[in-house]
């Protein structure tokens, strides 16, 4: 089975810090995902990545970054945080453009 | 990219009742994905079905790609059924992978 594990599922921080979620999967797959998911507004993409050191902008990349050292792991950097990046964050990893899986999220409460 | 829309946005159904929720989708697409996300956030792959009918226990799932719609049919509820059911789609001009999201179903079922 496919797995993909998240570094913590609640994570609570001030505003101004920096803040890193870890993503690693263990299937090899090339293509990696971060999203946000809030109240209302579904899932939305921030960054996502196809290969090492390779990384593509979603829909919403304000106020991210993104680094992919190694193929199975994928971070999303909150370089200084804010209350509006309080939100659900889901990573996800593929092979290629077929099927995707996701992590168990990581409930972020910036104060 | 491609819109995708889910109806209906809310569902409330008595235990032991069928169900069908509906996806449309604008453009031609080449992956297809229904999750039913869990109580704690996390998203449960349900089925990958670019076209076709699959059916997995209690759940089936069919989609025509030339009409652009996509089916997830659910036969006697269980309360733990309960849950947001998403669909996801990869649009055919696509080689990255990324998946494109609809707002999702919420479903309650009661005992």
């Known amino acids: 089975d496919v797995k993909v594990t998240q570094s913590s599922r609640y994570l609570v921080k001030r505003t101004g810090e920096k803040v890193f979620l870890e993503c690693v999967q263990d299937?090899?797959?090339?293509?990696m995902f971060w999203y946000r998911q809030d109240p209302g507004l579904g899932l939305r993409l921030i960054y996502f990545?196809?290969?090492?050191?390779?990384?593509e902008k979603g829909d919403i990349p304000e106020g991210y970054s993104v680094s992919r050292e190694k193929k199975e792991r994928f971070s999303l950097i909150l370089e200084s945080a804010s209350t509006n990046q309080t939100s659900m964050y889901l990573c996800?990893?593929?092979?290629?453009?077929?099927?995707?899986?996701f992590g168990p999220g990581t409930r972020l409460t910036v104060l | 990219g491609i819109q995708v829309e889910q109806s209906p946005p809310d569902l409330i159904l008595q235990e032991g009742a069928n169900s069908t929720l509906r996806c449309n989708f604008s453009d031609s697409v080449n992956n297809l994905q229904w999750f039913h996300q869990n109580p704690w956030g996390q998203l449960i792959n349900l089925f990958y079905?670019?076209?076709g009918t699959k059916q997995n226990g209690r759940l089936s799932a069919t989609t025509v790609a030339t009409e652009r719609y996509s089916l997830l049919y659910i036969s006697s509820s269980q309360t733990t059924d309960s849950g947001v059911y998403f669909c996801a789609a990869r649009d055919r001009g696509s080689t990255l992978g990324r998946l494109y999201f609809g707002r999702g179903t919420q479903l309650t079922v009661w005992p």
């Open positions: 996800a990893s593929s092979l290629g453009g077929s099927e995707q899986f």
């Open positions: 990545s196809y290969d090492v050191k390779m990384k």
């Open positions: 299937m090899d797959h090339e293509n």
């Open positions: 079905i670019p076209s």
